[in-house]
């Protein structure tokens, strides 16, 4: 059989079809009305929200370009830039910002994952299960404080600490949980507190997820691993993207446990403790407002590009 050339040559594609126009819906008087009434009724909430966020930024930002420490209070001035310029000349920022990502990123990781289990375990019917929800919560309504205290304490402390006790049973010598691992110890306060809360939104991903599609899934030979690996993760995705992004934007400010347990030492100086550094033991308080400021602007990127590439929980209802 041969192949003549007009064979050869692929068929011209058809015209593509037209793009649906839009239609512009035309709102009556009373519609114009219903919006405006309903933006009336979420103004004072918006103006306090604005009030409370953006005025003490602004504070901060006229603040970041004052010559201004406590031990000269007054002798207040204009420094224009060279707060800015400190901020990075001093080397301080980018240490602890690597801290920061460490211990955030380490605790995120964690609690994402103990929640999962907690989450799995939850999401089945047995006897006391309300009393076991409530006490997996429990660590989550803990003050910051009161957890660094508990586990500086009551759970690392070398000669009356938990762990130290139970290790001892395998003929482990006390460690100096604080001293040693500070890094580790703030993980995991940071991983007991927080696991909780991802816990709750996962579990209310497993409650939404439809029984019937299990049952078919049961049906078609199945087995637990399997359902769970290719039904049940695909649907937990957009609760697990939810969970680590307002995870993080909580414990980027957590500075409590780093106060109480370490002082910032051994790598744990995180970016809030950092502000506090400088703010209060410098006495420095327009360098202090200038981290604050390059903070502020370096979290906004980084959440911005988070939000439109891995979390695209907020753009699937517009597309």
Known sequence: MTTTAADSVPAAAGPKPAKPAKVKIKLTGQDLAERVFARKLILPALIVAIV?????FVATIVY????WNLARPEQRGFAGFDNYVAVVANGAFLPSALATVLIVGGSVILSLI?????????DRKFKGQAIARTLLITPFLVMPAAAALIWKYSMLDVGTGMINYGLSFF???PVAWNTNFP??????????????FMMLILLAGLQSQSGEVLEAADV???GPLQTFRYMTLPHLRTYAELATLLGTVMMIQVFDPVNI????TGGTKTLPYLLYERAFIGQEIGEAAAYGVVTVILTIIVTTIALRTLFRVFTEEAR
């Open 261 to 264: 347990m370490t002082k910032g």
């Open 114 to 122: 103990l929640g999962l289990i907690f989450a799995v375990l939850l």
């Open 52 to 56: 409370i966020t953006q005025v003490p």
């Open 171 to 173: 003929g482990v010598d």
């Open 220 to 222: 078609d030979g199945a």
């Open 64 to 67: 970041s370009f004052a010559d």
């Open 183 to 196: 890094m580790l110890t703030i993980i995991f306060t940071l991983t007991w507190q927080y696991t909780p």
